[in-house]
């Protein structure tokens, strides 16, 4: 088994890499380092879809010094060049135009492939086959033995979705993706672990503290069903 690109003792910035709500959604990436730690993953060349300003780029460039091809639709942002530079990333990361659901790449060419926030924005509007293009693509570009990183704003309970209808812009357009969903669109991977977090913690942005304090409460509530969490985590390898 290949032996992984031994992580950087430098503290990653978990704030740059998730951006919002970060108490909840940095448990991916925190689950994400054990999961390379445990299994010994080798991370030499990866691919982040749905980049935006770049974080996930950042974070495997300089946790595990990985090559990373950092894409958007219509290129990631200037932000994502200037996070890159301000920290001496940029003979790491390249910038690329890439459409998820027809991903300009050769067939087994990425280690890893990782993606934050993305599988809503490509099925807007109830375009689910548009997802599940994306996902045969992400299968395709990985090597044998690649590993997609994912986390995804989930379909959750009937109080998020009434919320998201009356007080988010894009609330109505964006899928959210259900927890039974996700185990189907992984179903071609040989191995995955899908993993569910957050419920009160969507609903308290300010101030900072609280939210922080009400994302950790979360994390004991054992009690609520997987399908009514509102972020969806985990690995599958190909």
């Known amino acids: 088994m290949p032996i992984a690109i031994k992580n950087n003792p ?5 704030q740059i890499v998730v951006e919002w709500d970060v108490t909840t959604w940095s448990r991916a990436l925190r689950y994400w380092e054990i999961v390379i730690e445990q299994q010994q993953l080798s991370l030499q060349l990866g691919l982040e879809l749905g980049s935006r300003h770049g974080g996930l780029s ?3 460039a300089k946790k595990y010094g990985a090559q990373v091809f950092c894409s958007d639709y219509h290129f990631p942002s200037e932000k994502a060049h200037q ?7 940029e003979s790491l990361i390249s910038y690329h135009d890439v459409d998820a659901t027809e991903i300009p790449f050769e067939d087994n060419s990425f280690d890893f492939v990782v993606f934050k926030s993305m599988l809503g924005a490509v099925g807007a509007k109830e375009r689910y086959h548009r997802i599940e293009l994306t996902i045969q693509e992400i299968y395709r570009v990985l090597r044998p033995g690649g590993v997609l990183f994912f986390a995804e704003n989930m379909d ?3 109080l998020h979705r009434f919320a998201r209808r009356q007080f988010i812009p894009w609330g109505t357009s964006w899928y959210y993706v259900s927890y ?6 992984l179903g071609q991977f040989c191995d995955k672990k899908i993993h569910t977090t957050g419920f009160f913690g969507v609903f308290i ?8 304090i009400v994302s950790k409460l979360d994390e004991v509530l054992f009690f609520i069903p997987n399908s009514w969490k509102y972020v969806g985590y985990g690995y599958a390898v190909k």
């Open 10 to 14: 430098v503290p990653i910035n978990y």
């Open 58 to 60: 950042y974070f495997f």
């Open 83 to 89: 996070l890159h530079e301000d920290n001496n990333l």
């Open 156 to 158: 959750a309970s009937p």
């Open 180 to 185: 039974s969903e996700m185990h189907q669109l």
């Open 205 to 212: 942005a300010k101030p900072k503290w609280m939210q922080t």
